[in-house]
Nanobody, 127 residues
Framework: QVQLAESGGGLVQPGGSLRLSCAAS????????IGWFRQAPGKEREGVSC????????FYTDSVKGRFAISRDNAKNTVYLQMNSLKPEDTAVYYC????????????????????WGQGTPVTVSS
């Protein structure tokens, strides 16, 4: 079965950390750009971070720069999102997406991502 599966969400206090995982099954992530997105209640889905299929650059929305880090382990067919210094406004359902494109770049706009989406993992930042 071809799918992406997110894991690692949960409840964390402000200032805490979580590491989200996006694991692919049924296909290999090599050759895909991977993006992380989030959707808070009553809000539109927004791009958080993405990592291209080529090169070492990574991209972040301004609100998470310096706090979140995206990485990929092609051997494990998994992409991670390390989230530090979490804030209540980071509360959302987090999704990963994969787009088959050989490129050194990727886009945080949702419309760029068509190929695969995961089902999401909830993150709640609250004391």
């Amino acid at each position: 079965q071809v799918q992406l599966a997110e894991s690692g969400g949960g409840l964390v206090q402000p200032g805490g950390s979580l590491r989200l995982s996006c694991a692919a099954s049924g296909f290999t992530l090599a050759g895909y750009a991977i993006g992380w997105f989030r959707q808070a209640p009553g809000k539109e889905r927004e791009g958080v971070s993405c990592i291209p299929s080529l090169g070492k650059d990574t991209f972040y929305t301004d609100s998470v720069k310096g706090r979140f880090a995206i990485s990929r382990d092609n051997a494990k067919n998994t992409v991670y999102l390390q989230m530090n210094s979490l804030k209540p406004e980071d509360t959302a359902v987090y999704y990963c997406a994969a787009e088959r494109i050989n490129s050194y770049g990727c886009a945080l706009r949702v419309g760029f991502w068509h190929d695969r989406w995961g089902q999401g993992t909830p993150v709640t930042v609250s004391s």
